[in-house]
């Protein structure tokens, strides 16, 4: 269903409702603003980065499937984004052990220094506005 299909609930918005939707919508936006930089700053695309996230966050060894799921890309998409990792040297590519067909990736020593320099920065940032964008989303309806 169209989100914008669905009722809107039994009271109208009120202006306080679409400035406290702005705000939290532009510190999102700040936010990654801000994190595209530090990965331009590191040397590797905004895309690299989160592909690093992806397989270092995901719990057990990565499968292109499970980066494509994380991304929110098509499996295709996220085989030309591990190409381009791997032709930088970020990550590999590794046969499972107990499925020959699927493809594991996994960060090389380079992409996990990379990851975390980022890593910290990003959490440190975090701590620095996570409470004025956790503010905010208290104030948004629950419902």
Known sequence: MNPV???SGDRELETADFEALLEFRDGL???LRW???CAKAADITP???QLLLAIRGHRG????SDIAGHLLLRHHSAVE???RAEAAGLVERAGDDEDHRVVRVRLTD??????QALGAAHLEELSRTGAALAGLWRRLPTE
């Not at 060894?61 to 292109?64: A, E, R, Y």
């Not at 380079?110 to 990851?115: N, P, Q, S, T, V």
């Open 110 to 115: 380079a992409g996990e220094r990379k990851l």
């Open 81 to 83: 984004l591990v190409d």
């Open 35 to 37: 994190s595209e930089e």
């Open 29 to 31: 936006r700040r936010f």
């Open 61 to 64: 060894p990565s499968s292109v």
């Open 5 to 7: 299909d669905r009722p």
């Open 47 to 49: 895309s690299q980065h």
